[in-house]
DNA sequence: CACCCGATTATCT
DNA sequence: GATAATCGGGTGT
């Protein structure tokens, strides 16, 4: 399998058209000589300071301050005293801030990993279908924290060639603000 | 420095 | 369906 990590320029585009175009990549997690890979099927945009329901909204601070960043870098944040989530630092040039939160992911490589990381046995179709679920089953935590995701390494994004068969756009999830905006993404993959 | 609450999930009933 | 778990950033005193 090809796991070539995708061009910088990739994330130097509008955050929404990156979330979409994420769908159908591979997310590649390497722990020594560990090998975790999974395609993503689940994103959602945050585009930063015209988006209220973005971290990024309300300015810079210490703890967002990758969505500020260069683009292609992780944003990783903790929430609810127990999960963390990871997002891809992506914006064009008219943005500010702005960046991908992946929500989803479906296992290919490395399951036994994910399975001990999660804990019990868990099943294929639950094991990454939420985004702190993927942080847990990846291995992610702060020590990742502006990790650079477009070269070889701990944790990076790869192209792949998966045979999307459809694409739905919906309101985004757990926010308050801003749910006029369809910024979440689903894939279907052909089978 | 105190208080509030969140881009969630597991584990009950 | 409801709720606990459990941490740290943001806001305002």
């Known amino acids: 399998m090809q796991l070539n990590p995708l ?47 973005s971290h990024s909204f309300k300015g810079k601070t210490p703890r967002t301050a990758a969505l500020f960043g260069p683009v292609g870098h992780a944003y990783i944040y903790f929430i609810y005293g127990n999960h963390y989530c990871l997002n891809v630092v992506a914006r064009e040039a008219a943005q ?40 847990q089953a990846f291995a992610i935590d702060k020590k990742l924290y502006g990790h650079c995701l477009y070269k070889k390494g701990e944790l990076y994004l790869a192209d792949y060639a998966a045979s999307i068969e459809a694409i739905i756009a919906s309101s985004r999830v757990g926010i308050s603000s801003a749910q006029e905006k369809q910024y979440r993404f689903q894939v279907i993959l052909k089978r």
């Open 7 to 53: 061009n910088p320029s990739f994330f130097n585009r509008n955050t929404v058209i990156v979330a979409q175009d994420l769908l159908g990549k591979c997310l590649v997690r390497t722990i020594g000589d560990q090998v975790v890979v999974g395609i993503i099927t689940e994103t959602e945009a945050y585009t930063g300071a015209d988006d209220p329901a």
């Open 96 to 135: 500010s801030s702005g960046g991908v939160l992946i929500r989803a992911v479906e296992p290919l490589i490395g399951i036994e990993y994910m399975q001990a990381n999660r804990g019990k046995k868990i099943a294929r179709g639950q094991l990454t279908n939420g985004p702190g679920k993927v942080a």
